[in-house]
């Protein structure tokens, strides 16, 4: 089971990066999809989610209406469009994925509020630096 991310980079503010996390070995469409990032010196926080069949999606306050995410399950593959970079994104981007019903409905209900603990795998993580 591998779940690779890529995407990261630096850009100004106002830019745009797509973050992607590519599953193999499983089958994400049976999975909830959860974004995290981690400012230096904070804590982790919620980002976003998606669930697994792909066409219900939550966001945390601080990104919605800049941040979308989505999965193509064909692709074996979730993306997280980043646009309208402000310096206060840059940090370290997770993905992470779980699967059942439980995480289902937490991903519905409580969106990017989802604790990390609930998800089972984890990406590697990639930077984004926001600056001028």
């Known amino acids: 089971l591998q779940f690779v991310e890529s995407g990261g980079g630096s850009v100004q503010p106002g830019g745009s990066l797509r973050l992607s996390c590519a599953a193999s070995g499983f089958r994400l469409v049976y999975y909830v999809v959860g974004w995290f990032r981690q400012a230096p010196g904070k804590d982790r926080e919620g980002v976003s989610c998606i669930n697994a069949n792909g066409d219900r999606t939550k966001y945390a306050d601080s990104v919605k209406g800049r941040f979308t995410v989505s999965k193509d399950n064909a692709k074996n593959t979730a993306y997280l469009q980043m646009n309208d970079l402000k310096p206060e994104d840059t940090g370290i981007y997770y993905c992470?994925?779980?699967?059942?019903?439980?995480?289902?409905?937490?991903?519905?209900?409580?969106?990017?509020?989802?604790?990390?603990?609930?998800?089972?795998?984890w990406g590697q993580g990639s930077q984004v630096n926001v600056s001028t």
């Open positions: 992470a994925i779980g699967t059942g019903a439980v995480i289902q409905g937490m991903c519905l209900e409580m969106g990017a509020a989802v604790p990390a603990f609930v998800y089972e795998h």
